[in-house]
Each structure stands twice: as C-alpha cells, then as structure tokens.
C-alpha cells in the first residue's frame, strides 16, 4: 500500500514538472489520450463489456467543441460541456441498443454504430467534411482568469481535467456501483438473480464511459485547435483498445502507460507513413499471443512472484 | 496413422495362426493404474482392469466414483491423464481421441450426444466406418425400426428412448469391435431400458466387446459377464455374475443401496 | 418511358442492379464470417483484408504473370485460402480456449499488418482491372453490363454450392456437429482440429473469391475490404449466425435496401444499413434468423 502511495505522489510530482522537460502539447495529447483509454478500460476491464467504437464519442465531442467556440463562439468551458453532454446521449442512444447483444455481438455493435456515426461526420454540415474544424482559437478560460495561449498554462489545465477524469473512474471502481458491475463481469446470471437489473448497472457505465471519453475528446480538440474525422474513425477506435491492452485490462494505471506508449511511439514514426498501422498490427498480436496481461499486468505479476505475499 | 504401424514393427515377427491365437487370448482392453483430472481435481487414482474379446463388463459405483471418468480416459477425452491403456496390444494413452476411435473403439456418452443440427438419418451416418465389418443402415433399422420411421426428423426432436436408440445405433455402423455405453438406461421408462437390455444381449451375441457403464444393478446384472466395483477413483472389486447371488450384500453396501 | 414516383426507370434498375452487386458480396462475406464464428469461435476481422487479398492475387496474375480473370478466379482463392490456412495453425488455433474478444483482436491487428503491408508496396490509390466480359445487352428499361449481370448470377450459385455443402453433404454434416459438440464428434474418429483448419482455409477462400468478382467492379486497393468489413458485421448482426441460408437472404436484401436508398433518399444511402440494425436490436435483438437464446 505504501509502495503504491510513494509511486502515486512520484507520478504526480513528475506529472506537475514534466512540461519544463518535454513538450507541453506532446504531454497534454497524451493526457487526453490516457484518460481516453482509462475511459475504455472502464467498460472493458471492469464491466466486461468492449466497446469497438468509442472513437464516436471522443471525436463528436471534438465536433461539439469545435461548433460551440468556433461557430457560436461561446466560452470553451461551455465547449466541452457540450462535447461531454453530446456523448454522454450518444452513449445513451447507443448502449441502449448495444447491450440487447452480449459478447463478441457488443463490440460488432458498437463498431457499426460507430462507422453510422463516422459517416454522419462525413456529410453533416457542422463537421467540415473531409476537412474538419480548422483553427479553433484558444480562448481563456474562467471568464479571462487563465489564459490559454501559453502552452504550459493550458498544460495544468489539461492537467486538472486529466485528474479529474481519472478520479471519477477510480470513484465509480471503488464504490458500491463499481462492486455491481464487477459482479456483473465475473457471473452477470448471479448478478440477476441477487436482484441487480444488470441492463441498468451496464447502460448507466456504458454513459459514464461515453462521457468520460467525451470529456477527453473535447479537451484534445481545445489543446490542439482541430477537429477531424481521424477522431471518428474505425482505427481511432482501434487505437484506443491498443492502448488499453499494452497497458493492461482491468489494471487502472494501465490504459495511461499504455497511452503515452503508444502516443510515444506515433510520435516517432510518423514519418514511417503507413508502417505505424503495421507496427501496431503486430503488436496487437504479440499481446494478445503471448502478453495478454499487458505491461502493468505482467510487471506486477513478476514483482509478486519476486517477493512472494506474507 | 504411422505410430501403429511403427509399435507393429517393432513387435517380434510372429506367424499368422500364431499371434491371432496370441491376441484372442490376450484381454482386449487392459486398463493399468490408469489416472485422470479435470484441471486440478484428480478423478481417477488408478484404475485397473481388463476386458475379454466378446465379454460384457460393467463398471458400477455410486455417483462420483469415477465411472464415466474411466470411459472417457479410455476414449482420450479427459484433459489429463496418466497410466496405461492397451487395445489390442496398442498403448492408448498419448494420442488424441480421434486416433483411438480409428483403432476399434466406439463411445456412446452419458448425455447421448445426439446433434441437433442433424436429422435421424444423418445423426446415423456420421461416425465413419474404422474397420470392416460394421453394421449397414438396414441391419440398423431392423434392430430399430423406430429410427427408421423417423430418420428425416431433427434427431433432437425424438424421445429419450429414441434418443438412447439412435445414440446406440450410430456407433454399430464403424465396426468397432469394442462399445464403450455410458448408462444408456438413465432416465427411461422400465419397458424402454428392457428393451435396451434385449438390445445389448443382441449385440453380445452378435460379438461386440461391451464396456458398460450402470448405476442401475439390477439391469445390469441381467447383462453382464462380470462387474467390477468402483469407489473414490479406483477398482476396488470384481464380481463375476454367477457369483452375484452370494455377493449381493457386499454389492448393496458398495452402491449405497 | 414510364416512371416511379418520379425516379426515371434507369436510375431505379441501376441503383437496383448496384444495390444486388453490393448485396452479393455482403451475403458471401458474412456467409464466411457465420460458418468460422460457428467452428472456431472467432470473428475474423481479418476477413475484409483477405477479400482484398483476392481482388489483389487476381491482379498481380493478370499484370505480373498474364494470368487471365477466369484462371484466377480458381487460384487466387485457394492461394489467400492457403494463407488462411498457415495464419490457422501458426496462430488461431492457439486461442480457441481465450474469450472471443481475443480472437477479434488478434485478427483486427492481423487486418492491420496486411492492409498497412499492401498499402505500402502498392499505395492506396487502387488499380483499375479490365472487364473481362465487356459490353452489355439494352433491357428496354436498363443498360445491364454483361459482367455485372454475370456478378450477381454467379454470387447466387456460389452462396447456394456454399449451402448445399453445409446442409446436405457428408463434409458439411462434420461440420456442422462439429459446431455443436467438437469433442464427441472427435471421439468419432474425426480429426477435428483439420476440420477446424479446412473450415477456415474455406472462409477465407470465400472471402477471396469475392474479392476476385469485385476486382473488375471496383479499383483494386489495400483498403478496399476496410469499410466492407464493418458493414458486414452489421450485416451479421442484423441476419444473426445461426442460419446459411439466413446470411444469403440477409447479405442480397440488405443490398437491396442500400439501392433503393439511394434511389430515393442518397444521403442515407451510407448508413442505411445501420439504422437497419438499431431497429433489428429494437425489435428481434437476435437477429432476424437467430435462435433466441
């Protein structure tokens, strides 16, 4: 317990001196990243459900940010609560359907929808299309008291959200809502039969998850001024389960190793052009054929049998 | 399927006369401290016994004493096991199920394992011939006329007994020599398991080597040549059935009766 | 000339014709997808790229090897099926006991691997492959292109041979108890683990031909299955697996409903499909020729 706090309060030391090391808007699209896959994980590693399409919520809260501060250029705290209620009601419409199905149905589902909404992105007039929303200015937020434009202010900011996101996910796991849904995962038929409506238990972290990865997609749109259909896209959900699964299912630390990991990684590629996806390809295969626990996964085990419990 | 060819070729050359008079001799089946699990639980603590060509075994036992263990450690269908099982020589143990099955050996399994996708016909049909010598699809429906009458409909639509028939019936076609039947008289009505029992006397004297599992003593003692007795994962008793009589205290308190 | 609600007879017939072409292709892919779920307990991701990979064996014969469309149209598929086949042994068959999420990520990276490899030796930009029975006949109320004609035609006879395989042969009937009971079926004497091989070797043969009948149609391009793919989960969701002959009629009418959207609403055409699912899991949540379970 006291090796976990010691960790906690390093992560959190280096979190708040990283930006005078690394570059701002490297840290903050990893952030938002992190708390994207913790919000998948969510579903996934605690409610055993998998989502195959969550890039719809993050890249149409991205849209609903970008629409509220460009076109009606309103305050970007309005933006992103906007960005975060749209997804939480696509969440909604969507899980709704989506658990009438369980098992591998679930993420061909949720994948489905998700290529409806991409093509929906693709032809609706608030999009931009094939372009996106370009050039989103930053504007300061809490009535003018931060101003956004320094890179390293808004890094605290994003910061801020990043913490908060990922305390609500720790929240929901560790109260008595998240024993039910770990209950469900493990025998969802004892979960009935003890008198949870286990439908209400899935859709209600079915919405949390949609919102949290809402909450993360807006928040990216504002660091990085855009929103494209890259953030809609099947491969963007793709990459989000890559994420959760480098890092660890079920672990809550995971999806966020596995963010930066992966984030790192494009962020050295890129100019490899079409061999990122194969280089992600294959690691999807090396986890799933040999690591299937993930980083943080396979480290603890390895740390436990190095000092045996007691 | 090259591993029998090879333990052929390593036996001694024998002539022809002299090693079928060798192998009829010799049991058909010899199970020696045979053990099982089902992942960590150990089933089977070492089971022996042994099976004459044409003889009619049964293994009793109460629930849980590792009956139908035995029979599917025998087929190859347990997750792990150890220990020796010979047919005809050949050592069983170490090769999947459908190599046994190819060697003479047909399994008819406890929950029939009629399929539902199939209809009575092609239910029948299924297991392929593995030696010469089987029962036609006529021969079949004479021993069971009702499958025959029947054979176009789902084969999971038909009755328990009808079920139990056509589970018996499909594997007769292979011409294995050897019939491994796990309780087919569970759960049927008095005249259906009678006529089971007319049906496994039928097949005795056709020269099937019958492997019976039985909770039901009664029925089995009207079969079989002998029982063997097991209790917690071992053989612990042999009975032969003319001695059934003297024993049948010792027996009632083995099955709990 | 008469006309429909106002929409000329050709831009019905055609939408129409396009519409079966689609639904052709849906019904043969998902038909593959339902018989390797049913054996393997997989959903093969991979199945859009391996379409693909037809499309883009036929080409390479034709343009590298002067293979012409009819020959490829047999060598390609047992070529990808081949590959499907080694992808079986080498991995798939390592995972049958993981949850089946696990299967559909390891064949959506497996998608990624092959699509991003055929991107970069051959871009994305696609290839056109020459008709090979140019031409066509004036119905009067369409121009029907011989080959397209000849697309839809032999889609039908290859699903039905794919049926009649399934539900009337010795080979088919294996398969099929193999589906429900593996372990009984092997004790049998069947090698099942080659049957479990062969069914996918056939899927992904499946897939392939497919691909092959579109390479004329459609540019040949490494993304070409990318999108396909994801419809067809649709498709399947909305058919349910349980049912041959229920992934056919599922596969051509839904192709059928995307051509008339088109026709009459073209906006829509795109995510038809999709608001045909949300009302399938409104109103029969296990598909219209799943077994409720």
């Known amino acids: ?310 | 399927m090259p591993w029998c060819r090879k333990s052929r070729q390593s036996s001694k050359p024998m002539s022809v006369p002299v090693m079928a008079e060798a192998l009829l001799k010799a049991p058909l089946l010899k199970v020696d401290g045979l053990q099982a699990w089902y992942g960590e639980s150990h089933i089977l603590h070492g089971v022996d016994f042994e099976i004459g060509h044409g003889e009619l075994v049964t293994l009793l036992g109460r629930n849980g004493a590792g009956k139908t263990t035995t029979l599917k450690s025998v087929m190859g269908i347990v997750e792990k096991r150890s220990g020796s099982v010979t047919f005809e020589g050949r050592q069983l143990v170490g090769h999947p199920s459908n190599e046994i099955a190819r060697l003479g050996i047909a399994y008819c399994p406890e929950e029939r394992g009629i399929f539902s996708s199939l209809n009575v016909e092609e239910n029948l049909l299924l297991p392929p011939v593995v030696k010469p010598g089987g029962m036609s699809l006529a021969e079949i429906y004479q021993l069971f006329p009702n499958l025959e009458e029947r054979k176009r409909s789902q084969g999971t639509k038909l009755s328990g007994g009808e079920q139990q028939m056509l589970a018996i019936g499909r594997i007769l076609r292979t011409g294995a020599p050897l019939l491994l039947l796990d309780e087919p008289t569970e759960g049927l009505a008095p005249v259906i398991v009678q006529r089971i029992g007319e049906i496994i006397r039928e097949l005795k004297s056709r020269g099937f080597t019958i492997l019976l599992v039985e909770q039901n003593f009664h029925f089995a003692a009207t079969v079989a040549d002998r029982h063997y007795v097991m209790e917690d994962g071992r053989v612990v008793d042999m009975i032969a059935s003319a001695d059934v009589q003297q024993n049948i205290g010792k027996l009632q308190a083995y099955l709990g009766v | 000339m008469f006309e429909l609600l106002g929409i000329p007879p050709q831009a019905l017939f055609g939408q129409l014709l396009l519409g079966l072409i689609n639904g052709a292709f849906y019904a043969m892919l998902s038909l593959g997808l339902a018989v390797i779920f049913g054996m393997l307990n997989v959903i093969n991701f991979t199945h859009g790229a391996q379409y693909m990979m037809g499309a883009f064996a036929a080409w390479l014969m034709l343009t590298i090897l002067d293979i012409p469309f009819w020959v490829a149209l047999v060598l390609a598929p047992i070529v990808v099926g081949l590959f499907g086949v080694v992808l079986e042994k080498v991995m798939l068959k390592r995972i049958y006991h993981l949850d089946h999420l696990y299967g559909f990520l390891l064949t959506f990276g497996l998608a990624l691997v092959i699509e991003g490899l055929f991107q970069w030796k051959w871009g994305s930009s696609g290839a056109p492959y020459p008709s090979p029975i140019p031409g066509g006949t004036n119905l009067g109320f369409m121009f029907l292109p011989t080959y397209r004609g000849f697309v839809v035609v032999a889609a039908l006879v290859i699903c039905l041979v794919t049926w009649y395989g399934i539900e009337r042969t010795r080979l088919g009937a294996y398969l099929r108890a193999a589906t429900e009971n593996p372990t009984l079926v092997r004790a049998f004497g069947i090698n099942v683990p080659r049957l479990i091989t062969l069914t996918y070797g056939l899927g992904v043969g499946l897939a392939a031909l497919a691909g092959v009948l579109a390479a004329p149609i459609q540019q040949v391009s490494a993304l070409m299955g990318t999108n396909l793919v994801l419809v067809v989960f649709a498709v399947v969701v909305i058919g349910g697996m349980g049912s041959i002959m229920g992934s056919i009629v599922t596969g051509f009418g839904l192709g059928l409903v995307e051509g008339l959207t088109k026709v009459f609403y073209p906006p829509a055409s795109n995510t038809v499909i999709f608001v045909v699912m949300a009302i399938v899991l409104l109103v029969k949540p296990a598909g219209l020729f799943g077994q409720t379970k």
């Not at chain 1, 305050?75 to 098992?103: D, H, S």
């Not at chain 1, 504002?222 to 959900?237: E, G, H, K, N």
């Not at chain 1, 090396?286 to 000092?307: C, H, N, P, Q, Y």
Request: charged share 10%; aromatic share 12%; net charge positive.
């Open chain 1, 1 to 310: 317990m006291t090796a976990q706090r010691i960790t906690g309060v390093a992560l959190l030391v280096a979190a708040l001196a990283a930006p005078w090391f690394a570059y701002p808007i490297f840290l903050m699209t990893a952030l938002c990243f992190a708390l994207f896959a913790c919000a998948f994980n969510l579903l996934l590693g605690y409610v055993g459900l998998m989502s195959f399409g969550h890039a719809m919520f993050f890249g149409i809260s991205g849209y609903f940010f970008g629409h509220v501060v460009k076109a009606w250029g309103m305050a970007p705290e309005l933006g992103i609560l906007a960005g975060v209620a749209g997804a939480a009601v696509l969440g909604a419409v969507t899980g709704a359907l989506a658990i009438r199905r369980q098992g591998i149905y679930f993420a061909m589902i949720t994948l489905a929808f998700a290529q409806m909404i991409y093509f929906l992105c693709v032809q609706a007039p608030f999009t931009g299309g094939e372009d996106g929303l370009q050039g989103i200015v930053r504007k300061p937020l809490l009535g003018g008291l931060i101003p956004t434009k320094d890179d390293r202010v808004l890094y605290y900011v994003v910061l801020a959200i990043f913490l908060f996101g990922y305390g609500t996910i720790y929240r929901i796991i560790h109260s008595p809502f998240g024993q039910v849904l770990k209950a469900i995962r493990d025998n969802e038929q004892r979960a009935v039969s003890l008198g949870y409506e286990a439908d209400r238990y899935k859709l209600l972290a079915f919405v949390l998850s949609a919102a949290l990865a809402g909450l993360a997609g807006a928040t990216k749109a504002m660091v990085l001024q855009f929103a494209t259909l890259t953030d809609v896209s099947a491969a963007m959900s793709g990459e989000v389960v890559l994420m959760a699964l480098v890092g660890g299912l079920g672990t809550i630390i995971g999806p966020v190793v596995g963010a930066f990991i992966i984030i790192t990684m494009q962020n050295y590629l890129a100019a490899a052009g079409e061999f990122v996806l194969v280089i992600q390809g294959v690691i999807f295969v090396v986890i799933v054929m040999a690591f299937r626990k993930g980083l943080v996964g396979e480290l603890t085990d390895w740390w436990k049998s190095r000092r045996p419990a007691g």
